[in-house]
């Protein structure tokens, strides 16, 4: 919006500056990570008023976790609310990927908000039920996807130009990959800083990804798909690590707020639809490989556990086994940001082996 404004306003040299996505991306990054940080405090101590006894705690879960009662949930408003104002100001606004992206980030942050705000007024570990929430979630998706699908190939990484031609079966295929992003995250969003980080370094390298794919010369050279225009999806992935860089400022251990569905659906939704607008879905499942053990290691405990009635994880997610073992909160969660940058680096290797 700010370089459509210098542009009718005749101001060429702000205009230049601004024109260079780079640049965009960073005045994103600082812009959301000063409003996370100056709406933070009374924010958090709004919702600590209106929900009193905060968000409820898994009565069957670590002993350690219920010395959190109390502590306020949906703090997610806060990535939502900085990360809008951010991509309002810096993204080209004529750009169908910024409508794509918001309408996942706005329409999956709404379903998490409804998702928190039941369980608050029941004060019950369960919200809105399964069955509805993935009905909204899909149609959400869909929503998105018939904005920014022209091409229905799935392609390949470390291959050159090797692609798996889908038709309409890619537009199930990446709604899946959108609504499989937003619970991966949210299944992983159980410890304080836990799913927050992982989710700023994926962003990083997406942002990376979406710059090169952008690119004409760079996605010819590296032998990626070139998505026109999509290098402004670089400016989405810097707001939204500004935006979580913000909120881990309150969410380091000891939390003073929870993101609460509302922002891990709405943050996995981003990185889902992200990686689909520049057709790097299988790569968001080695770069976001930890929130895909998260959720495996919750799919496979239900699903032997039904049949066997035993468990093969002391507790689901995956975070909790190793807490059952004896492993400190802070060494769980630092232990899985180092495994989200190994990822990371792996998911940008796979551009040049081609």
Known sequence: MLYLLAHWLHFEGIANLIRYQSFRSGAALMTALVIGLIIGPRFINMLRVRQGKGQPIRADGPQSHLAKRGTPTMGGLMIVISLAISLLLWMDLTSKFVWACLVVTLGFGLIGFLDDYAKVTKYAHAGLSARIRLLAEFAVAGTALALVVTDTNLYL???????????????LFAAFVI???????????GLDGLATMPVI??????????YLAGRVDYAHYLGIQHVPRAGELSIFCGAVMGAGLAF????????AVFMGDTGSLALGGTLGVIAVSIHHEIVLGIVGGLFV?????VIVQVFVYKRTGKRVFRMAPIHHHFEQLGWKESTVVIRFWIVS??????GLATLKVR
Request: no cysteine; net charge negative; proline share 9%.
């Open 157 to 171: 990484p470390i291959f050159s130009n090797l692609y798996v031609p889908m038709g309409p079966a890619y537009y």
């Open 179 to 189: 609504v499989g992003a937003g619970n991966a995250v949210n299944l992983t969003d």
């Open 201 to 210: 370094i994926a962003a990083g390298t997406f942002a990376i990804i979406a």
């Open 248 to 255: 881990l400022w309150f969410n380091a251990p000891p939390a």
């Open 293 to 297: 053990m998260e959720a495996v290691s």
């Open 341 to 346: 940058i190994v990822l990371a680096l792996l």
